[in-house]
């Protein structure tokens, strides 16, 4: 394989690749688009470019396409001097595809290098990936035709069969009536076609005696108005079939002389196949730069989607910490609760000694009752589960709303997005109670060095971090006192200074930031968690800005090694 040649299939195949790996996701105008030409541009590689650069002296593929009862099964039959496809006037054709080839060429169209994806038979069949490969002597060697499906069949499949072979002709023989050549559907397919690069010739059928000329010259401007003046047009008139249902000679023989000289000249055939895959190559860049901008579209919208998540959660967690500041926690139960343990004296005595501490114990399970400490970390444990889910349904609905406005969004959505997760309540509470016991052990560490624990103050560790934790519920981080106590004022103080004079009052301070930051790490990966479940919708849109790039660089890389190997003889 020459350099050149090597240079560009590796290109196309890096092509393929990515074409491979982009997906358009997101529900926008330009991704149904985009998909198509993306999976078209796949089948051509597959089907046309890559095993045509590979052998650019294979046989020359002629495919016969056309509109339904054009007649193109008959022309084959004539053309080959042999009923090798069937004709008939039911409608649409079941049959697989019928490609017609010298017994020479049947080792390269018989066994899947052309068309990989079609299963070769040796018989008509109604499989849908089927390709019936007849071998005759009546045609010449370097030379096939295959007869393809309607191109406006009724059936979407053989619509889209006979694109996909389409695709993958050399030249294509379109084939039209003179009563439907003016039909939109073949315009619009011939458009294609010239747009690809594909050489064309054309058959106009079934032409009324004395109307030829007439036709044909109304034809013959159609096509120079559509850029096509210059591909070769045959007329065949309307005529009767002899006895195998074939064109008698008369009408037939012109173009079966002009098959045969192409197949004959090696040359001629060459320059017909180096034709139409330069021009299948050139229309890669723009169909490519197109691609590359649907793939940056899903990038932007992704975002955008993104950004609205991520609002809309970091406004949960900015109300949350306000909720934290602003005391509004340090009402209800929290306060009664608050009250009640250091109302009690079990604030203090649960600072000052070890006996307090186990009388409490023992009182609450004669009692029945939970200590006044167990309360209030309960309180807490809720009233801060009550805060995490208010501001978590907050965040979801204002999420699902904004992204219901937005057209991607939309189609994204679910109605179990509207509401936090169902299992939200019972990871906060774990979260909470793990945020507790971490202001325990904050306290029990920072209480190992105080001297004035060692001595038996130890056991103040539930006091004090009970206290840092009403602390964190305040913007000043001052635990209130007998101005918020009404009863047992005196205890509350003595509680306090117990508290200041074993840690001292800028430890506090400290303690509780820590304890107030760490609970806001805490709130950010809870609701993190909840931000997923929109987030990962948008996950795979969100390499497609990687994609758009990438597909544009190899559109470039394609471009330069079409230009380098000049299949044309023009190097442009």
Known sequence: MPPAVGRLATALTRLRAALGSVSYPLALPSADEARRVGSALIAQLDDYLLPRLARLDAPLLVVVGGSTGAGKSTLVNSLVQAPV?????????????????????VNWFGHGELLPGLTRTAA????????????TPTIGPGLALLDAPDIDSVVDHNRQLAAQLLAAADLWLFVTTAARYADAVPWELLTTARLRGTVIALVLDRVPGGAAAEIAAHLGEMLTANDLGSAPLFVLPETELDERGLLPDSAIGPMRVWFAQLAGDANARATVVRQTLDGALGALAPALGGLGEAADDQARASYALDERVESAYRNALRAAEEGLRDGRMLRGEVLARWQEFVGTGDFLRSLESRVGHLRDRIAAALSGRPAPGRNLRVAMESQLVTLLRGVAADAAEQTYAAWHAHPAGAALLAPELQRPSDDLPL????MIRDWQQWVLDLVRREASDKRAVARGAAYAVNGAGLAVMIAVFTSTAFIPTGLEVAAGAGSAVAGQKVLEAVFGDQAIRTLATRARTELMTRFEELLTVEAVRFTERTAAARHETSNGAVLRQLAVEVENARKELSLSGSGS
């Open 124 to 135: 008509s069949s109604t499989a849908s990936d089927a390709l019936q490969v007849v071998a």
């Open 85 to 105: 496809s069937t004709a008939g006037v039911l409608r649409p054709t079941t049959r697989s595809p019928v490609l017609v080839c010298h017994p020479d060429d």
């Open 427 to 430: 990871r906060a509470d774990r």
